[in-house]
């Protein structure tokens, strides 16, 4: 699975890779160079990033799961206990 950005996202992408390289390096980047960068970072890196942020989804759901319990149990076999309260 190949990640793919949405248009405008990949446009910011590629204005924030030029705009580095305009503030941190000494050679500018033109488009079809901030576009094959890009591109080498999605491929390269990207898979790496992407499987992390799974994993944490999956965590913070396993969390929740296991919170589940706590938020929604309902005593049983409580009627007795309930009619004492009510005399």
Known sequence: MSIQ??????KQALDSIQRYFDVNMEERIG??????????L???????????AVRDAQDQLQQRVQELD???????F??????????
């Open 31 to 40: 488009s079809l160079q901030a576009a094959a960068l890009l591109d080498f």
């Open 5 to 10: 950005l949405e248009k405008e996202i990949q």
């Open 78 to 87: 409580g009627y007795w206990k309930n009619q004492k309260k009510r005399h």
């Open 42 to 52: 999605l491929e390269e890196i990207g898979p790496s990033i992407y499987n992390q």
């Open 70 to 76: 706590i938020d929604v149990h309902e005593e049983e």
